[in-house]
């Protein structure tokens, strides 16, 4: 007679394992909310909307003065800057059964999960009006971001021009640098140009191991950031964009990335000091249900950004080689 094997058909004890560490999608840096260097500090009333005042200087006065005449007065100007208040939120319900039965620590996962989206809203509220500026450089001989074509792609000189046109209008630097913000597809045509006045010369004999270490740095006054909240899909509208920039260019077949360089004040932040805070909080929710059982849990936020100079901000707008073109 044949032997009869105790094995994995004849018991049920082999099962699957589960992992009771939960991962979460891949998450990038939130780099945006830090650059609104603009608060209110003194602010007259809550409100749904907070103004600023910025004094326009007087124009040098090199005439001589004639002696026995007194001087004209000179009106003094001032420009406005107001920043609107809206309300942003999110939330979450899990209900008694989920929490019971699965094997995951689900309070806590679905407690990760809204907090990770309150940074990641916030970011991107901040960045929107950075890629609306109206002070654009197009790559290229493009005049306009309809006419940018697949090969007008980010260059050093575009760079060099931000810089140059930021310094013309007094724009501070931020710890000694402008900062940069682009997506890893224009960084890689900045990185890929060749010659001793582009990116890659110096580099390659003097920093090489920036090239291995794959990153921009520092480079003609501008620290440089990647981010991925400036790629094409994520500037579509409905994906945490503005819109505009994906199929903008020529025959609206061109994706369009933006690289923000900006200064000092850029960006001003505004926030109901009444009933939210700088940053979103977290609300645990009130349970209303009769047993108890669902457990609201999300973030809320009243708030705005918005462009405080405009002359800190420089955008320049190219094709990508390795974009949809």
């Known amino acids: 007679m044949a032997d009869a094997f105790t094995n994995t058909t004849t018991l049920t004890q ?81 209900t008694a059964k989920i929490r019971g039965y699965s094997y995951l620590v689900v309070s806590m996962d679905v407690a990760n999960v809204i907090g990770y989206n309150a940074g990641l809203s916030l970011d991107c509220l901040a960045r929107n009006p950075l890629v609306a500026g109206t002070n654009v450089i197009y790559a290229g001989a493009a005049t306009s971001r309809v006419t940018i074509a697949s090969t007008h792609n980010l260059k050093a000189r575009n760079v060099r021009v931000a810089v140059a046109q930021l310094s013309d209008a007094n724009v501070q630097r931020l710890g000694g640098y402008y900062r940069g913000f682009f997506a890893a597809a224009t960084e890689l045509d900045l990185r890929e140009e060749t010659g001793a006045a582009a990116w890659r010369d110096p580099h390659t004999y003097a920093q090489p191991q920036q090239i291995w270490n794959g990153e921009t740095g520092l480079f003609e006054g501008v620290a440089f950031i990647t981010t991925p909240r400036l790629t094409a899909p994520n500037l579509a509208a409905g994906q945490g964009g503005p819109g505009g920039f994906v199929d903008g260019g020529v025959g609206g077949t061109v994706d369009v990335y933006p690289t923000i360089i900006l200064g000092n004040q850029a960006l001003a932040k505004t926030f109901s000091r009444a009933v939210s805070a700088p940053l979103p909080q977290i609300i645990l929710g009130t349970v209303v249900d009769k047993l108890q059982r669902l457990v609201p849990i999300g973030w809320y936020w009243n708030g705005g950004y918005g462009r405080f100079r405009e002359e800190s901000i420089r955008r320049i707008e190219a094709a990508s080689t390795i974009g949809a073109n």
């Not at 979460?24 to 500090?41: G, V």
């Not at 009333?45 to 000179?74: C, K, M, R, W």
């Not at 420009?79 to 939330?91: C, D, F």
């Open 14 to 94: 082999a099962t699957t394992a589960y992992e009771r560490l939960a991962y979460f999608a891949l998450r990038s840096e939130l780099y945006f909310d830090a650059c609104a260097t603009i608060k209110p500090t003194r602010q007259s009333h809550p409100g749904s909307a907070v103004l600023f005042n910025i004094y326009n200087d007087l124009a040098p006065q090199i005439t001589p003065l004639t002696e026995a005449a007194d001087v004209d007065a000179i009106a003094i100007s001032d420009n406005e800057v107001t920043i609107s208040l809206n309300e942003y939120g999110a939330a979450a319900m899990t």
